[in-house]
């Protein structure tokens, strides 16, 4: 195993909805699903970057007790949570996929900073830039 961060998690209303949109959608491969308890661990990985994992947690019990979770919940979907990137070879191509997919973008694809990006957001609000850097960066 190599050293250093392996997994971030990120919340989610319901985990079978992220489930399907991650691994049929965006094409990510899913990694682990297990119950422990009223817990479940679900993490998917996307293929070239077979060392990390994206957890796909909903708030809930045992870590949160209820007016946690609904506050988490709320927050989630309003898109209040930090927002995640995706680096990709070619964003235009990337998006074009995901249209295809079925994703609603948030973004088209723009140049700015040298970078093309475009925007999106998970079923569950959870905000995503996909980024393109200028090559042999």
Same mark, same amino acid.
């Given at each position: 195993? &190599?050293?250093?961060?392996?997994?971030?998690?990120?919340?989610? *209303?319901?985990?079978? /909805?992220?489930?399907?949109?991650? #691994? /049929? &959608? +965006?094409?990510?491969?899913?990694?682990?699903d297990?119950?422990n308890?009223?817990?479940?661990? =679900?993490?998917? &990985?996307?293929? !070239?970057?077979?060392?990390?994992? =994206?957890? +796909?947690?909903e708030?809930?019990?045992?870590?949160?007790d209820?007016?946690? !979770?609904?506050?988490?919940?709320?927050?989630?979907a309003?898109?209040?949570?930090p927002?995640?990137v @995706?680096h990709? *070879?070619?964003? *235009?191509?990337?998006? /074009?996929?995901?249209?295809?997919?079925g994703?609603?973008?948030?973004?088209?694809? $723009?140049?700015r900073?040298?970078? #093309?990006?475009?925007?999106?957001?998970?079923?569950?609000?959870?905000? @995503?830039? $996909?980024?393109?850097?200028? !090559?042999?960066?």
């Amino acid at each position: 195993m &190599q050293p250093g961060i392996g997994v971030v998690g990120v919340f989610v *209303r319901d985990q079978d /909805e992220a489930k399907a949109f991650y #691994v /049929e &959608q +965006l094409g990510f491969a899913l990694h682990t699903d297990v119950k422990n308890g009223p817990f479940r661990w =679900l993490t998917v &990985q996307h293929p !070239e970057q077979p060392g990390f994992q =994206l957890g +796909l947690f909903e708030p809930g019990p045992p870590l949160h007790d209820p007016a946690t !979770e609904a506050s988490l919940r709320e927050l989630v979907a309003k898109g209040a949570m930090p927002g995640l990137v @995706w680096h990709v *070879r070619d964003c *235009r191509a990337t998006v /074009e996929r995901l249209r295809t997919a079925g994703v609603e973008l948030t973004q088209e694809p $723009i140049e700015r900073f040298g970078n #093309v990006d475009a925007g999106f957001r998970d079923p569950s609000g959870n905000g @995503w830039k $996909i980024i393109q850097h200028p !090559e042999g960066a």
